[in-house]
């Protein structure tokens, strides 16, 4: 009897984690850098490409660090938002052209506007991978002290930045 009931409480078993599996949200991929120190970088600007941008440069300042490229369909999706976040005033937004040319992020830029304090070049991807970036978009609220706070896996959204990321700045903002 024992020999028939081992395999159904095992199918059983895992018939209840793929079910659970069926109700997570892939967007929410937990990151294990939520709360740790953001990578540092010293990326080139992508249209002053004799200035260099630090991530130490944004020390003191709560700030968004967006991750695009111009052959990214999702992050055309998102990117009025930014440029009204930009515009808003709320906070700065500084971009990571992720494996793009840089000719192609300009011209796109131009095309579709230009939300970013600065945008820093990442041609070979490395920033990118140190951040823990699945695929582009995606976002980092990162507050004064240089930790992050937040990743915003794929477009940022209207409920995204009403529910979650505006309200997260303004907390971090109070901060000292």
Not at 33 to 49: G, R, V
Not at 107 to 136: A, H, K, M
Request: charge should be negative.
């Amino acid at each position: 009897m024992m020999r028939y009931l081992a395999p159904l409480f095992a199918f059983l078993v895992l018939a209840v984690f793929l079910f659970a599996g069926l109700s997570l949200n892939p967007r929410q991929v937990p990151s294990p850098l939520i709360d740790k120190p953001a990578p540092e970088f010293e990326l080139y600007n992508l249209h002053e490409p004799e200035k260099m941008l630090s991530s130490r440069d944004n020390l003191g300042k709560v700030w968004l660090l967006n991750v695009w490229a111009s052959w990214c369909v999702a992050c055309r999706d998102e990117h009025p938002l930014l440029v009204q976040l930009a515009n808003s005033g709320v906070v700065p937004v500084y971009g990571l052209n992720y494996k793009d040319e840089n000719a192609t992020a300009k011209q796109w830029l131009r095309l579709y506007g230009d939300p970013y304090v600065v945008s820093v070049v990442d041609p070979d991807g490395t920033v990118g991978i140190d951040y823990g970036v699945y695929g582009v978009p995606e976002t980092y609220v990162i507050d004064k002290k240089g930790i992050i706070r937040h990743k915003q896996i794929g477009p940022v959204t209207v409920d995204s930045l009403q529910n979650t990321i505006i309200p997260l700045i303004e907390k971090l903002q109070r901060q000292t």
